[in-house]
């Protein structure tokens, strides 16, 4: 039993070196199984394959039915931590008849999957482990709605304008629209489409998997606004909602979508990107920088993560030159102020800097405008 799991670690390892050739092998059409759903599987010690049925509720590919892998590959989409632990329970109930139960897919979003096993022998002298989810409600994934989960979701945001993404009770990418692709800056959508949203922040962003799978714990409907951090480092304003489903006791998930944040209809962040002047927003108070036009990072040399690394007294302006320009805007001085500007590049330059104070709320904001 043991070349059981050696059969399946390769492919764990080589997903982590090799992200390109699992890809790969993902694009080839290899089934993987999924935790969302899942009432039993069946391993065939001799043949090392797994055979599994993998449900109609939220099958958006058109994939759903009796799938069969080779065991390698088969529980690759699985966090590590679940791979050892299937592996384990495979070879508990090959040398003592039965093993479990086991939880699975719990840590991050409360309650997993219970899975029991036992060994079964075949003519030959062979023998199969089948294992099967424990707890209530199993049956439930049959029904008529189960089946109509997926083409409803799919109906009602295909042609929708906002980004849909839409993941499992166990935080694994189920679909996402052309929107979503475009608005997060994810240039191949295989890297994500069956994937646990805990294990591919670097994809996403630091800001979706965590809201994510917050939200999958609470099973509570939220919505909200909020910058998103995307995968270059930029970041993006948008007005969302993550609202949980739950089809049965084993199958369920959560719909996010989003759009731009707007203002009466105006996208001020285009606006300002329009702009050929560098234009850069700080927080008076925690001196940090909450906003850049495109000229003013590309003329810095700098992104949305460079931004949010540390006050812009540590990075463009010495604290002298940031004080004199709050004193020019308390003023309220048209005239631009001469100031050195060191880009994270480690070019210095000579700028003619123009600041006004804008007051929102309790909130204090410096708009620094750079002068040719």
Not at 162 to 169: A, E, F, N, P, Q
Not at 258 to 283: I, N, P
Not at 292 to 304: D, G, L, V, W, Y
Not at 330 to 355: N, Y
């Amino acid at each position: 039993m043991e070349a059981l799991e050696r059969a399946a670690e390769p492919e764990t390892k080589e997903t982590q070196a090799k992200p390109a050739e699992a890809g790969k092998a993902e694009a080839e059409g290899t089934p993987a199984i999924s935790l969302a759903g899942l009432t039993f599987f069946v391993v065939d010690a001799v043949a090392k394959q797994l055979i599994w049925m993998e449900p109609e509720g939220l099958d958006f590919a058109g994939e759903a039915g009796l799938k069969e892998a080779p065991l390698s590959s088969a529980l690759r989409r699985l966090s590590q931590g679940d791979q050892k632990q299937v592996l384990s329970l495979i070879q508990r109930a090959m040398h003592k008849g039965k093993a479990g139960p086991i939880d699975l897919g719990g840590d991050d979003i409360g309650h997993g999957l219970s899975l029991s096993a036992r060994r079964y022998e075949t003519s030959g002298g062979g023998a199969l482990v089948i294992a099967a989810a424990d707890g209530d409600g199993i049956a439930e994934t049959g029904g008529a709605a189960v089946r109509g989960v997926a083409p409803l979701i799919r109906h009602l945001v295909e042609g929708s304008s906002k980004s849909v993404l839409v993941v499992d009770s166990f935080g694994y990418v189920r679909y996402a629209n052309d929107h979503f692709f475009r608005m997060f800056q994810i240039a191949d959508p295989q890297f994500c489409i069956g994937r646990n949203i805990a294990h591919i922040p670097n994809r996403l962003g630091k800001t979706l998997p965590p809201l994510i799978l917050t939200g999958l714990a609470r099973r509570a409907p939220e919505h909200a606004a909020r910058r998103f951090l995307l995968p270059s480092g930029d970041a993006v304003s948008l007005s969302f909602s993550l609202v949980p489903f739950r089809v049965s006791a084993g199958l369920g998930g959560a719909v996010f979508t989003a759009e731009r944040q707007l203002a009466d209809g105006v996208d001020f962040q285009r606006v300002m990107d329009l702009l050929s002047t560098s234009v850069l927003v700080v927080d008076v108070k925690t001196r940090m920088m909450i906003a850049a036009n495109e000229t003013a990072r590309r003329s810095f040399a700098m992104s949305r993560q460079m931004m949010e690394s540390a006050p812009i007294t540590e990075t463009l302006l010495h604290p002298k030159t940031f004080k004199s320009l709050i004193d020019h805007a308390q003023q309220g001085s048209q005239s631009p102020v001469q100031a050195t500007i060191s880009g994270f590049d480690g070019v210095t330059r000579a700028k003619r800097l123009k600041a006004t104070l804008m007051h929102q709320d309790e909130s204090i904001y410096l708009v620094i405008e750079s002068k040719h």
